[in-house]
């Protein structure tokens, strides 16, 4: 059964429900809510005394919610000053980092200022990660709008930029002062990126929580068809297991490496075919099948349990067949991921059942291989 809410405050208008990321003095909260977004200047105002931020997103976003945004810091007194950013990969650069560094500092930013995230995870890691670099780390807040930023990207304060060889190569960790998810984007978001979101949402089942990943089974139809009810138990779910991860791992030292299941192969997919192909999600669901069959080579995973995975993967619309792509160039990127251990050689989260994954070391290249071209299961 999914969790119930726990709702704060007195008056039907003031509920949120709350999740708390407990790491002492960086704790925060996440708020989700329908219909949240109006009473951001409320919640800033309450957590953090700030005079001044820098919004960051982008045209599509700004266009969607920037009014409210806006209008919402400007009534609690906030001066505030917008930025938009490429939608896509591409505004994860060093080229886009140096101009939000131009902007903060035209604005007269101070470390009693803040950064404000409204997006999917491109903008989140860019924002994140200016956030935490400027004058040695200012006040930083997430407004996810994409469900892959409110169920993952945007819990647990990683935040980055690309280099053209690898994704994520350079970043920082830098905690939110509080995470703000209003489910009602989701309504805006195209079907495409709905897909792509899920594959978060069922790495999420796949490598900690059985339960999410039978309610996904059962409520394809009422999932996809936009159903903002069912949408909030899957992002909610999702934000608990994540911070459960978080709090015990922050640095991802050790358990924390579990999130990462289908990321390595992910990433090379998304940095081979220049970030522009597929979306994250769809790489990472890639990623996920190929990890899924390696695990059934070396006997650690049921190859049911795998074809149930791949079953639903395709039940949301997302990809599970490796595409046509130069497998030299790929087993590079692999290398170069940043999730490998100090010895060079990759180290993958694998699948032992359904809920159950663990990290594994000294994986060969030629094991990687064979189940990259092993085929469908």
């Known amino acids: 059964m ?37 009473r951001l200047g409320d919640i800033l105002k309450g957590r953090q ?13 700004n266009d969607l919610y920037g009014d409210t945004v806006r209008e919402s810091l400007q009534a609690v007194g906030v001066e505030i000053k917008t930025v938009e950013v490429p939608d896509g990969e591409e505004a994860k650069s060093l080229e886009w980092l140096g101009k939000l560094f131009d902007v903060f500092v035209e604005f007269r930013m101070t470390r ?37 930023a409110q169920v993952d990207s945007s819990v647990g304060g990683k935040t980055a930029i690309n280099h053209p060889r690898g994704k994520n190569l350079i970043g920082a960790f830098h905690q939110p002062k ?28 796949l490598v900690m929580d059985s339960g999410l990943f039978e309610y996904m089974e059962n409520n394809v139809a009422k999932i996809l068809s936009f159903d903002l009810q069912s949408l909030e138990q899957l992002v909610s779910r999702s934000c608990k297991n994540k911070a459960t991860i978080v709090e015990k791992d922050e640095r991802e030292q050790n358990m924390r490496a579990i999130l990462n ?25 890639i990623g ?30 997302l990809p599970t067949a490796f595409p046509d792509l130069d497998i030299d160039e790929i087993m590079d990127a692999v290398h170069l991921d940043k999730k490998i251990r100090s010895g060079g050689k990759p180290r993958f989260v694998l699948l032992n059942d ?24």
């Open 2 to 38: 999914l969790p119930e809410k726990h709702f704060l405050g007195k008056q039907k208008a003031e509920k949120l429900l709350q999740i708390r990321v407990e790491l002492k003095k960086n704790s925060y909260p996440l708020y989700i809510e329908q219909g949240s977004l109006s």
């Open 49 to 61: 005394a700030l005079s001044k931020v820098v919004l960051v997103t982008n045209s599509v976003i």
């Open 112 to 148: 009693q200022s803040g950064v404000i995230a409204l997006g999917g995870g491109v903008v989140g890691d860019l924002a994140g990660f200016a956030a935490a670099t400027f004058m040695r780390g200012v006040s930083f807040v997430q407004i996810p709008t994409s469900l892959i």
């Open 178 to 205: 509080f995470v703000l998810i209003d489910v009602d984007m989701l309504k805006t978001l195209p079907e495409r990126e709905l897909k792509s979101g899920m594959a978060e949402v069922i790495k999420h089942g």
């Open 261 to 285: 299941y289908g990321h390595t192969i992910g990433h090379s997919i998304e940095a081979v075919t220049g970030f522009s192909v597929f979306r994250h999600g769809e790489a990472i669901a």
């Open 288 to 317: 996920m099948a190929v990890v899924s069959r390696l695990a059934v080579n070396m006997g650690l995973l049921d190859k049911d349990c795998a074809i149930r995975q791949n079953r639903l993967l395709a039940d949301y619309g």
């Open 354 to 377: 359904i809920g159950k994954a663990g990290v594994v070391e000294d994986i060969t290249d030629d094991q990687i291989r064979e189940a990259i071209l092993g085929g469908g299961l």
